[in-house]
């Protein structure tokens, strides 16, 4: 079965330099989900998505910003990057805003050097 | 003081054992209650989510909910070296169309031959 795809699944960027993570929802999910895992945390909601509105908003600084397509694919867009940005980033989906019922993908590790 | 509230382990057990994995959690609000796996430098893998007081099971797994006391559980039985992973529970509010989840921190589970 499809699942949540993300790009890249590793990134390495230089402080004050700007990334952009993709996620690709399973077909038919309409509901997107970001989170940041640093080492040996637990994953830290960022924003969330439903039908290409912004749904619920976390922990997510002002430097980063998200948006939902058409295609309900989600793009996090990354700016003057820090060290402390370096984390896991992991993008879930779900039908109809169902968190119950939520899948993760792979996770793309950003690391900021 | 985190919402949710997780012994981080680590766990170590014989293979065959029973383990008994804990949250506790203040906000009353929370609906939903989901059990996730997550094995190094992976996504987080849904494994069972309740949303009613009481007992869930799924094969070697058990989920338990106790509203009362603000109290879930996951119990698995005959737990397998494949079973070695940290397990994050994880809670949620349902206000429609996205909503974000509070993790535990983890518990790491070490099942030993």
């Known amino acids: 079965a499809a699942g949540v795809i993300q790009s890249p699944r590793h990134l390495i960027k230089e402080k004050r330099e700007t990334a952009t993570l993709k996620c690709y929802p399973i077909?038919?999910?309409?509901?997107v989900y970001w989170y940041q895992q640093g080492p040996g945390q637990d994953p830290q909601f960022l924003i969330s998505?439903?039908?290409?509105?912004?749904?619920d908003k976390g922990s997510i600084p002002d430097r980063f910003s998200a948006q939902q397509f058409s295609d309900y694919h989600s793009e996090l867009n990354m700016s003057s990057l820090e060290l402390g940005d370096s984390a896991l980033y992991f993008c879930?989906?779900?039908?109809?805003?169902?968190?119950?019922?939520?899948?993760f993908g792979q996770g793309t590790r950003l690391t900021v050097v | 003081q985190k919402e949710v509230e997780q012994d981080p382990g680590p766990l170590s057990v014989p293979e065959g054992a029973i383990v008994s994995l804990n949250c506790t959690y203040s906000?009353?609000?929370?609906?939903?209650f989901m059990w996730y796996r997550q094995y190094s430098r992976k996504g987080p893998e849904l494994l069972m989510y309740?949303?009613?007081?009481g007992n869930k099971e799924d094969g070697r797994f058990t989920a338990q909910v106790d509203k009362s006391s603000k109290y879930i559980s996951l119990f698995i039985r005959d737990s397998q070296p494949s079973d070695s992973a940290t397990y994050l529970c994880?809670?949620?509010?349902?206000?429609?169309?996205?909503?974000?989840?509070?993790f535990g921190t983890g518990t790491q589970l070490k099942v030993e031959l």
């Open positions: 998505f439903y039908e290409k509105m912004q749904s």
């Open positions: 309740t949303y009613s007081s």
């Open positions: 994880a809670m949620s509010l349902f206000t429609g169309g996205g909503n974000k989840l509070t």
């Open positions: 906000n009353s609000a929370f609906q939903y």
């Open positions: 879930a989906s779900s039908l109809g805003g169902a968190i119950s019922e939520a899948f």
């Open positions: 077909p038919r999910h309409d509901t």
